[in-house]
């Protein structure tokens, strides 16, 4: 490996690596088991694979429309990317996390997010950087695209912890109406945890996608708005953070 495919390699792989150190020492009360967090990473890397295969169905069906234009980069950037990529990850994340022992604390959720989330941007990543060849793609996704997963993962993370101690109340409770309303709120968190980032990523997309006049300085401010959101969410569920 040649000393330029050494350095695009290390700027790909740094920033998902720096974003899952820190949230790793957000969580305060209780840190997850390695083995875990290893299989999140790897499952999320995994999760490429299915998304990139929604997309490119999505894709080729969205070709069959008669026109190109707002509506239908819209539509792509909702319906096929955003939904493709944060309904696998979430997909992971339910099926590796929900019945492990380790998830205790409604953080947890985050950190788990993050990791599935970290492990497909830093797939992603590597093969937008592999494809450009150049360390000026690596250092807008960077501060761009990198940022973004993991924010999306945040919002992803702080409602599957909510919906997990819900759904857990619920089977604790031994009063009926209570256990009915804790089920309720299991179900509302829940889609949240899925449709939020979908929202988020697919506004991303389309304001970064769309070419319209007014959807380059809107990008710009959104970026800001979502990390600085994201930043908060972790603060704010790390210092009030509660069990399961």
Not at 3 to 11: C, G, M, P
Not at 196 to 201: G, K, T
């Given at each position: 490996?040649?000393?330029?495919?050494?350095i695009l390699l290390f700027?790909?792989?740094?920033?998902?690596?720096?974003?899952?150190?820190?949230?790793?020492?957000?969580?305060?009360?209780?840190?997850?088991?390695?083995?875990?967090?290893?299989?999140?990473?790897?499952?999320?890397?995994?999760?490429?694979?299915?998304?990139?295969?929604?997309?490119?169905?999505?894709?080729?069906?969205?070709?069959?429309?008669?026109?190109?234009?707002?509506?239908?980069?819209?539509?792509?950037?909702?319906?096929?990317?955003?939904?493709?990529?944060?309904?696998?990850?979430?997909?992971?994340?339910?099926?590796?996390?929900?019945?492990?022992?380790?998830?205790?604390?409604?953080?947890?959720?985050?950190?788990?997010?993050?990791?599935v989330s970290m492990g497909?941007?830093?797939?992603?990543?590597?093969?937008?950087?592999?494809?450009?060849?150049?360390?000026?793609?690596?250092?807008?996704?960077?501060?761009?695209?990198?940022?973004?997963?993991?924010?999306?993962?945040?919002?992803?993370?702080?409602?599957?912890?909510?919906?997990?101690?819900?759904?857990?109340?619920?089977?604790?409770?031994?009063?009926?109406?209570?256990?009915?309303?804790?089920?309720?709120?299991?179900?509302?968190?829940?889609?949240?945890?899925?449709?939020?980032?979908?929202?988020?990523?697919?506004?991303?997309?389309?304001?970064?996608?769309?070419?319209?006049?007014?959807?380059?300085?809107?990008?710009?401010?959104?970026?800001?708005?979502?990390?600085?959101?994201?930043?908060?969410?972790?603060?704010?569920?790390?210092?009030?953070?509660?069990?399961?």
């Amino acid at each position: 490996m040649g000393t330029l495919s050494q350095i695009l390699l290390f700027a790909a792989v740094i920033p998902p690596a720096a974003l899952l150190v820190y949230i790793y020492r957000q969580d305060k009360v209780e840190k997850e088991p390695p083995r875990l967090l290893l299989k999140l990473l790897l499952g999320g890397a995994v999760s490429v694979l299915p998304a990139a295969a929604w997309e490119r169905l999505g894709s080729w069906l969205l070709a069959l429309l008669p026109a190109a234009g707002p509506v239908r980069t819209a539509v792509y950037c909702f319906a096929v990317v955003a939904l493709a990529e944060e309904g696998c990850k979430f997909l992971f994340l339910r099926r590796l996390s929900w019945q492990d022992a380790a998830f205790n604390y409604r953080f947890d959720g985050i950190v788990y997010a993050v990791f599935v989330s970290m492990g497909f941007a830093a797939v992603e990543n590597l093969l937008y950087v592999a494809g450009d060849g150049t360390l000026r793609t690596a250092a807008l996704r960077a501060v761009t695209a990198i940022p973004g997963h993991a924010a999306f993962a945040v919002f992803m993370g702080f409602y599957y912890g909510c919906a997990k101690r819900y759904a857990d109340a619920a089977a604790r409770c031994r009063d009926a109406a209570l256990a009915e309303n804790c089920r309720r709120l299991h179900k509302k968190y829940q889609a949240q945890a899925l449709w939020l980032p979908v929202i988020l990523h697919g506004l991303y997309d389309f304001l970064l996608a769309a070419r319209l006049p007014w959807t380059g300085g809107i990008f710009g401010g959104f970026v800001l708005i979502l990390l600085a959101g994201a930043v908060r969410q972790v603060r704010t569920a790390g210092r009030h953070d509660v069990p399961v």
